[in-house]
């Protein structure tokens, strides 16, 4: 088996299948410039060019500018410009003001949000922000990248999600979709679980994409005072109340979400976006607030990190509502007004609440958590009487070995090195991984299905031993440490292939075994390539179907947009928003064979 061999170029398999020949000096060559690379620039997958590749998200690399450098760059940059609005001034220039910003959509809020989770992690660094939240539709997708992003840059976390309430059919397709918001933010790793767990009690009860199906009563029941409810945007009941009836009946709708969620816990939020009704709403929601004895909190209800984002967020809209921008005209706001903004601006903007800026941060500092709080561990592993699930996985190697090496004195040097893998594996505490993974290839030899490990879990003498890959990993001395280091993070990957007309029969094993709340399929994130969005792009400009699809067929298949502005006739405004575009998220599938165990509800932790 050609485990060192280098990736295969999908032509070069194509010529040779058919028989016309393979230049295999170009193909060692091309070979050998992609070994020299860490990632292969025209196609950003698994380093070739098949039409199958799949793209796995790299570990997040912060800023190589510290938040502090980083502002001093954005502050001489501005300088260079003759007139500067309030937004893209350096905090430099402004005072340190508390301030955390509790209500923001990434783009895992598809097609809702115009910044990656980074990118808002990012630009609140930047801005010196005590706390942000991340608060999706409906979904808590973009957490893990946010969390990750936060971590590495020093910035507290809050987690949380704009439910939508009431609908009757998914959301996509109109300019301004039916449905009632509400804003939940979780006080501590218990709301989240249940947060979550709720979210995809709706989800599935929708029982199609876009529409989950929430029942108020219920919601307020699983709260148990771990959650805050903000009163939210235009669309959330209060506001909603209050622009369409007056405050009598606004009032009775927050007098609602006290009774149901308690007054604890219920927060009015105030936003000044530089709307003309900015002033008069706000200060009647501050009245209701008063009058109910509730505390109100400052947002930006921020959709994207940055003003230069607001294009790309009017053109998604639109995209959403599968419209042109010119048939959304009235329906999104003129100017950049969703994004972040430093504790100073915010504080000269709400002069007139006093109190909700800092309320906000301190409330963002009360709910903040760290995301590894909520991760789950694997279920323990059933093992003989007398045994761990160290012990049992010994014996499991070690009758392994005599089958696949022979005698210690046949073969020494494999024995000490499954005694080092082993050392490594039980300072680790993965031994029931191996055994979960075990477990399901002897499922599949049993029932005579093909499986076979591969990737760089052939690198191990002890997989080999176990029966999990083919590969004699001492005869071929490979690195176990590629495979499994004692200083990295994580557990290892172990890719198991299975034959595809009979991986159903292994899927319903590992639900049979474990539960199906504690293991569920993964999902694939779908994203933007070059191709679909220069199409979608086209569309939100106006430009014809057919003219959509005749740009789109002139940038290749698998790789970026880099040279398409050299290259095709794509308008500049088409390929410079579909450049923005590209690697969003666009909507989720079905992995056809990942799977995640834990040892407690899946559904409580994503």
């Given at each position: 088996?050609?485990?060192n061999?280098?990736?295969?170029?999908?032509a070069?398999?194509?010529?040779?299948?058919?028989?016309r020949?393979?230049d295999?000096?170009?193909?060692?060559?091309?070979?050998?410039?992609?070994?020299s690379?860490h990632r292969?620039?025209?196609h950003?997958?698994?380093?070739g060019d098949?039409?199958?590749?799949?793209?796995?998200?790299d570990?997040y690399?912060?800023p190589?500018?510290?938040?502090?450098?980083?502002?001093?760059?954005?502050f001489?940059?501005?300088?260079?410009?003759?007139?500067?609005?309030v937004?893209?001034q350096s905090?430099?220039t402004q005072?340190?003001?508390?301030?955390?910003?509790?209500?923001?959509h990434?783009?895992?809020s598809?097609?809702?949000g115009?910044?990656?989770?980074?990118?808002l992690?990012?630009e609140?660094?930047r801005?010196?922000?005590?706390?942000?939240?991340?608060?999706?539709?409906?979904?808590?997708?973009?957490?893990?990248?946010f969390?990750?992003?936060?971590?590495e840059?020093?910035?507290?976390?809050?987690?949380?999600?704009e439910?939508?309430?009431?609908?009757?059919?998914?959301?996509?397709?109109?300019?301004d979709?039916?449905?009632?918001?509400?804003?939940?933010l979780?006080r501590?790793?218990?709301?989240?679980?249940?947060?979550s767990?709720?979210?995809?009690?709706?989800?599935?009860?929708?029982?199609?994409?876009?529409k989950?199906?929430?029942?108020?009563?219920?919601v307020?029941?699983?709260?148990?005072?771990?959650?805050?409810v903000l009163t939210?945007?235009?669309?959330?009941?209060?506001?909603?109340?209050?622009?369409r009836e007056?405050p009598?009946?606004?009032a009775?709708?927050?007098?609602?979400?006290t009774?149901?969620?308690g007054?604890d816990h219920?927060?009015?939020?105030?936003t000044?976006?530089?709307?003309?009704?900015?002033?008069e709403?706000?200060d009647?929601?501050?009245?209701l607030?008063?009058?109910?004895g509730?505390?109100?909190?400052?947002?930006?209800?921020?959709h994207y990190a940055?003003?230069?984002?607001h294009?790309l967020a009017?053109?998604l809209?639109?995209v959403?509502?599968r419209r042109?921008?010119?048939?959304?005209?009235g329906w999104?706001?003129?100017?950049?007004?969703?994004?972040?903004?430093s504790?100073a601006?915010?504080a000269?903007?709400f002069a007139?609440?006093?109190g909700?800026?800092?309320?906000?941060?301190?409330?963002?500092?009360e709910?903040?958590?760290?995301?590894?709080?909520?991760?789950?561990?694997?279920?323990?592993f059933?093992?003989?009487?007398?045994?761990?699930?160290?012990s049992w996985l010994?014996?499991?190697?070690?009758?392994?070995?005599?089958?696949r090496?022979g005698?210690?004195?046949?073969?020494?040097?494999?024995y000490?090195?499954?005694e080092?893998?082993?050392?490594?594996?039980?300072?680790?505490?993965?031994?029931?991984?191996?055994?979960?993974?075990h477990?399901?290839?002897?499922?599949?030899?049993?029932?005579?299905?093909?499986?076979q490990?591969r990737g760089?879990?052939?690198?191990?003498?002890?997989?080999y031993?176990?029966?999990?890959?083919?590969?004699?990993?001492?005869?071929m001395d490979l690195?176990?440490?590629?495979?499994l280091?004692?200083?990295?993070?994580g557990?290892?990957?172990?890719?198991l292939?299975?034959?595809s007309?009979?991986?159903e029969?292994?899927?319903?094993y590992?639900y049979?075994?474990y539960?199906?709340?504690c293991a569920?399929?993964?999902a694939?994130?779908i994203?933007?390539?070059?191709?679909?969005?220069v199409?979608?792009?086209?569309?939100?400009?106006?430009y014809?179907t057919?003219?959509q699809d005749?740009w789109?067929?002139?940038?290749d298949?698998?790789?970026?947009?880099?040279?398409?502005?050299?290259?095709?006739?794509i308008?500049?405004p088409?390929l410079?928003?579909?450049?923005e575009l590209e690697?969003f998220?666009?909507h989720?599938?079905?992995?056809s064979?990942g799977?995640?165990i834990c040892?407690?509800?899946?559904?409580e932790?994503?």
């Amino acid at each position: 088996m050609g485990w060192n061999n280098p990736p295969v170029r999908w032509a070069d398999l194509e010529r040779a299948l058919s028989g016309r020949g393979v230049d295999y000096q170009s193909a060692r060559f091309e070979s050998a410039r992609s070994r020299s690379h860490h990632r292969d620039e025209e196609h950003p997958g698994d380093g070739g060019d098949s039409p199958a590749w799949t793209r796995h998200r790299d570990r997040y690399e912060p800023p190589r500018l510290t938040p502090a450098q980083f502002a001093e760059t954005q502050f001489a940059e501005t300088q260079s410009v003759e007139t500067q609005s309030v937004e893209t001034q350096s905090v430099e220039t402004q005072p340190r003001s508390p301030y955390a910003e509790l209500h923001c959509h990434s783009n895992f809020s598809f097609l809702d949000g115009a910044s990656h989770p980074e990118e808002l992690v990012e630009e609140a660094a930047r801005l010196g922000l005590d706390a942000i939240a991340i608060t999706d539709h409906d979904g808590m997708y973009g957490v893990v990248r946010f969390a990750e992003a936060a971590r590495e840059l020093g910035i507290r976390t809050v987690f949380g999600a704009e439910l939508s309430l009431e609908l009757t059919a998914p959301q996509n397709g109109v300019p301004d979709p039916e449905g009632e918001h509400l804003l939940v933010l979780a006080r501590d790793p218990e709301g989240y679980r249940r947060l979550s767990r709720m979210i995809s009690d709706a989800q599935i009860a929708g029982k199609e994409k876009g529409k989950p199906v929430y029942d108020l009563n219920a919601v307020a029941a699983v709260a148990g005072g771990h959650w805050v409810v903000l009163t939210g945007c235009r669309k959330a009941a209060v506001r909603a109340a209050l622009e369409r009836e007056g405050p009598t009946a606004a009032a009775t709708q927050l007098r609602r979400l006290t009774e149901l969620f308690g007054a604890d816990h219920v927060v009015v939020e105030l936003t000044a976006n530089g709307l003309p009704d900015d002033t008069e709403r706000n200060d009647e929601l501050v009245a209701l607030a008063a009058a109910q004895g509730l505390d109100t909190v400052a947002t930006t209800a921020a959709h994207y990190a940055t003003p230069s984002r607001h294009r790309l967020a009017t053109a998604l809209a639109a995209v959403r509502a599968r419209r042109s921008l010119d048939e959304m005209d009235g329906w999104l706001p003129a100017a950049a007004t969703a994004h972040l903004r430093s504790g100073a601006e915010m504080a000269d903007r709400f002069a007139r609440w006093p109190g909700a800026v800092d309320r906000a941060a301190a409330l963002g500092r009360e709910c903040s958590f760290d995301l590894h709080l909520v991760a789950p561990d694997l279920p323990p592993f059933a093992v003989p009487d007398g045994h761990t699930e160290a012990s049992w996985l010994r014996e499991l190697t070690w009758l392994g070995a005599t089958t696949r090496y022979g005698s210690y004195d046949e073969r020494p040097g494999a024995y000490h090195q499954i005694e080092h893998e082993l050392a490594v594996i039980e300072e680790k505490n993965f031994p029931g991984y191996f055994l979960i993974v075990h477990d399901i290839v002897g499922f599949c030899r049993r029932a005579d299905i093909f499986c076979q490990g591969r990737g760089s879990a052939a690198n191990s003498a002890v997989c080999y031993a176990l029966g999990i890959t083919s590969v004699d990993a001492v005869a071929m001395d490979l690195l176990f440490e590629r495979f499994l280091a004692p200083d990295r993070d994580g557990y290892p990957d172990i890719d198991l292939d299975i034959e595809s007309d009979r991986r159903e029969e292994a899927i319903q094993y590992v639900y049979e075994k474990y539960g199906r709340d504690c293991a569920a399929q993964v999902a694939n994130v779908i994203t933007y390539r070059a191709r679909s969005a220069v199409r979608d792009m086209a569309k939100a400009l106006g430009y014809s179907t057919g003219t959509q699809d005749a740009w789109s067929k002139q940038i290749d298949r698998w790789g970026p947009l880099g040279r398409a502005a050299e290259e095709t006739e794509i308008p500049e405004p088409v390929l410079a928003l579909a450049t923005e575009l590209e690697g969003f998220p666009r909507h989720l599938g079905i992995h056809s064979g990942g799977m995640v165990i834990c040892s407690r509800p899946v559904a409580e932790v994503c």
